[in-house]
C-alpha cells in the first residue's frame, strides 16, 4: 500500500505528501493507524498535528547549540538538568528541584531561553508533586514558565519543550489541549528525526488517552496503538539506558492501562475477559519489572512489585504468582524499607494488603 497524492483526502494538511521529508516513515504511521481503525487519529493528523509546513522547514533550520561551543558554565548548567531530569524519573522529587535550581539561573545569565524555559517547565512539574505531598507550601514555577514560554518564537521550541509544556497543562487544561502540545511536540521530532523525543512523546500520548479510556471507550485503542509505536521507536534508540527506561515505562503503563480495562469489564460482568485482561496485564508488568531491575530504578521497580502481588491475586487461576510476588514484596519490605523511597514503601503495603483480603475471599469462597 502506498499513500501519496494530497493530505487534504485526510483531513490533515493542504501540502503534498511528496514535499514533506521522512515521508516513509510518514506513511508507514498513517498505515498503522488505518490497519487498528483509527478514524479519528487519522482526521487530527498527529504525525503532522496542526503543525505547519513552513514551522517545521524554520525548526530544520534552528539547531541546537553544539557542546563544543559551550563555555564551562553552560555545560555544567546543562549537566545539572540532566541530573534533575534523571532524579526527577526516579521519584526524588526534592532532589530534582535542587538540580533543576541550580541549573535555572546560568541558563538566565547566558541568555539560553530554550533551555530556561524547559528548566521552568520541570520545576513547575516537580513543585506541583511536592505540593501535593504537603513538602511545599505553593507553586512559584508554573507562572514564570508560561511566561518563559511566551517569549519563545514558534520556530526555537523544540520536540521537548513542546512535551513538558504537555506536561504541565495535563493537570488541569484537558485531554484536548494537552493532546494539541503532544501533537506538535512529535511533529516536531519527526520531521527532525530525533528518535528518542520521538519515542518519549509516544509514550506520553499513549498514557493521555489511557487515562481518558474511562470516559471514552474507544480511546483504549488508540493509547495501545501509541504505546506500541512508543515501544518500536524506542528499539532505535542508541543508548541502551535510554533504551530500556523509556521500554520499561511504556511496559508499565501498558500494564497500567490492561488492568484498569480488566477492572471497567469486571464491573459489566464479563468475568471471564476480565480475567483475560488482567494476565496481560501481569504480563506487561513482569516485562517492565526486569526492565526496571536493570536499570536500577528503586520507585519503579518497587511499584511494579507491588502491582505484580496485587494483579495476581485477582485471576484466580493465578494465586500460586500472587503467593510468589507477595513473598518478595514482605521480604523487600523486610530487608530494603531503609533504601526504598516513600511512596514506594507506602504503596507495596497497600497492594500487600488488597492482595491478602483478595487471596483470603477467594479461600473463603472456596
Known amino acids: ?41 487519522i482526521k487530527v493528523g498527529v504525525n503532522i498535528a496542526s503543525y505547519k509546513l513552513k514551522s517545521v522547514i524554520k525548526k530544520k533550520k534552528s539547531v541546537p547549540k553544539m557542546r563544543e561551543t559551550m563555555s564551562p558554565e553552560l555545560l555544567r548548567a546543562c549537566e545539572f538538568f540532566r541530573k534533575g531530569k534523571n532524579e ?55 507562572e514564570q514558565a508560561k511566561v518563559s514560554y511566551g517569549f519563545l518564537n514558534d520556530d526555537e521550541k523544540d520536540s521537548e519543550l513542546m512535551r513538558l509544556m504537555g506536561n504541565v497543562y495535563s493537570r488541569g487544561h ?33 498514557i493521555l488517552e489511557g487515562v481518558a479510556y474511562s470516559k471514552r471507550e474507544h480511546k483504549t485503542k488508540m493509547a495501545k496503538f501509541y504505546l ?15 533504551r530500556e527506561k523509556g521500554q520499561a515505562r511504556v511496559f508499565q503503563s501498558l500494564g497500567d492501562l490492561m488492568r484498569e480495562q480488566g477492572s471497567l469489564t469486571k464491573k459489566r460482568g464479563k468475568l471471564k ?3 483475560k485482561e488482567y494476565f496481560a496485564s501481569a504480563k506487561y508488568y513482569e516485562s517492565a519489572w526486569v526492565l526496571h531491575n536493570n536499570i536500577d530504578d528503586p520507585r519503579r521497580k518497587y511499584f511494579i512489585m507491588g502491582e505484580l ?24 519490605l523486610e530487608n530494603e524499607s531503609d533504601n526504598m523511597p516513600a511512596q514506594s514503601r507506602d504503596y507495596i503495603s497497600k497492594c500487600l494488603k488488597e492482595a491478602q483480603n483478595l487471596l483470603q475471599e477467594h479461600d473463603y469462597n472456596n
Not at 9 to 26: A, P, W
Not at 109 to 134: A, F, P, R, Y
Not at 228 to 242: G, L, M, N, P, T
Open 1 to 41: 500500500m502506498h499513500i501519496d497524492g494530497d493530505f487534504n483526502s485526510l483531513n490533515c494538511l493542504g501540502v503534498k505528501i511528496s514535499t514533506v521529508e521522512r515521508m516513509k516513515e510518514l506513511e508507514d504511521f498513517i498505515i498503522k493507524a488505518i490497519i487498528v481503525g483509527l478514524i479519528e487519529f
Open 88 to 142: 526527577y524519573e526516579r521519584g526524588d522529587y526534592e532532589e530534582a528541584l535542587t538540580y533543576y535550581e541550580v541549573a535555572l539561573p546560568v541558563f538566565k545569565e547566558k541568555g539560553e531561553m530554550l533551555d530556561e524555559c524547559k528548566t521552568l517547565l520541570s520545576l513547575s512539574i516537580v513543585e506541583n508533586i511536592l505540593v501535593k505531598h504537603g513538602i511545599r507550601k505553593r507553586e512559584i514555577y508554573t
Open 174 to 206: 484537558g485531554y484536548e489541549a494537552t493532546m494539541r502540545l503532544y501533537k506538535e511536540s512529535l511533529s516536531i521530532a519527526m520531521s527532525q528525526g530525533d528518535t528518542l523525543n520521538h519515542a518519549e512523546t509516544l509514550l506520553f500520548m499513549g
Open 228 to 242: 506500541s509505536e512508543s515501544i518500536r521507536k524506542y528499539e532505535e534508540v542508541k543508548d541502551s539506558f535510554e
Open 273 to 275: 475477559r476480565a480475567q
Open 309 to 332: 502481588c496485587r494483579i495476581y491475586a485477582l485471576i484466580n487461576e493465578r494465586h500460586d504468582e500472587a503467593k510468589v510476588w507477595k513473598k518478595k514484596c514482605e521480604t523487600a
